[in-house]
T-cell receptor, first 113, second 112 residues
Framework: EAQVTQNPRYLITVTGKKLTVTCSQNMNHEYMSWYRQDPGLGLRQIYYSMNVEVTDKGDVPEGYKVSRKEKRNFPLILESPSPNQTSLYFC????????????FGPGTRLTVT | DQQVKQNSPSLSVQEGRISILNCDYTNSMFDYFLWYKKYPAEGPTFLISISSIKDKNEDGRFTVFLNKSAKHLSLHIVPSQPGDSAVYFC???????????FGKGTTLSVSS
């Protein structure tokens, strides 16, 4: 089954404790991306990757890092989480060509206290 | 500054009737638009899209209309079903083709 998976689905952590949210896709997609969803703000892009070893900032990259060492994986790293990073996070992927629809993972709800 | 706007946070419709969800955009350079549906505890799923060279795209019960001069698009669901109850996001592909620019979403409730 074609899918994007994320782990963990739910995470509660404390300020400053480094964490990683994993994302994996099994569709051999070149493009992967991370979004966050906040109440009243819709989804906003954090980082994206056009292919292995190629990453770039989206609209709200501050406080986040990513890496793309393998085509199927695109982890999101919070080196020192803060309460304003409490949010619902979605990973997405799509094939080549900007006009392909993106496939989203199920989401990771992160709470930073 | 929101480039994609969904001004109605919610919409309630009776089963069998038409649901019309609206979306406005400000950037005239956008040339591809998508609608996503989202159920609680799930990620958004693609519903339907439209290119700016068209004014209508239809897929079963779902039709998207695009009015470029008004920078407005709408999603029509006919007939509406209780299973359509979800949050609907309008999105545009940015000029670089690297991101989806989302509206805030409209929560559709279809009652039986």
């Amino acid at each position: 089954e074609a899918q994007v998976t994320q782990n963990p689905r739910y995470l509660i952590t404390v300020t400053g404790k480094k964490l990683t949210v994993t994302c994996s896709q099994n569709m051999n997609h070149e493009y992967m991306s991370w979004y966050r969803q906040d109440p009243g703000l819709g989804l906003r892009q954090i980082y994206y990757s056009m292919n292995v070893e190629v990453t770039d900032k989206g609209d709200v990259p501050e406080g986040y890092k990513v890496s793309r060492k393998e085509k199927r994986n695109f982890p999101l790293i919070l080196e020192s989480p803060s309460p304003n990073q409490t949010s619902l996070y979605f990973c997405a992927s799509r094939g080549q060509g900007a006009f392909y629809e993106q496939y989203f993972g199920p989401g990771t709800r992160l709470t930073v206290t | 500054d929101q480039q994609v706007k969904q001004n109605s946070p919610s919409l309630s419709v009776q089963e069998g009737r038409i649901s019309i969800l609206n979306c406005d955009y400000t950037n005239s350079m956008f040339d591809y638009f998508l609608w996503y549906k989202k159920y609680p505890a799930e990620g958004p799923t693609f519903l339907i899209s439209i290119s700016s060279i068209k004014d209508k795209n239809e897929d079963g019960r779902f039709t998207v209309f695009l009015n470029k001069s008004a920078k407005h698009l709408s999603l029509h669901i006919v007939p509406s079903q209780p299973g359509d109850s979800a949050v609907y996001f309008c999105a545009a592909i940015n000029q670089a083709g690297t991101a989806l620019i989302f509206g805030k979403g409209t929560t559709l409730s279809v009652s039986s």
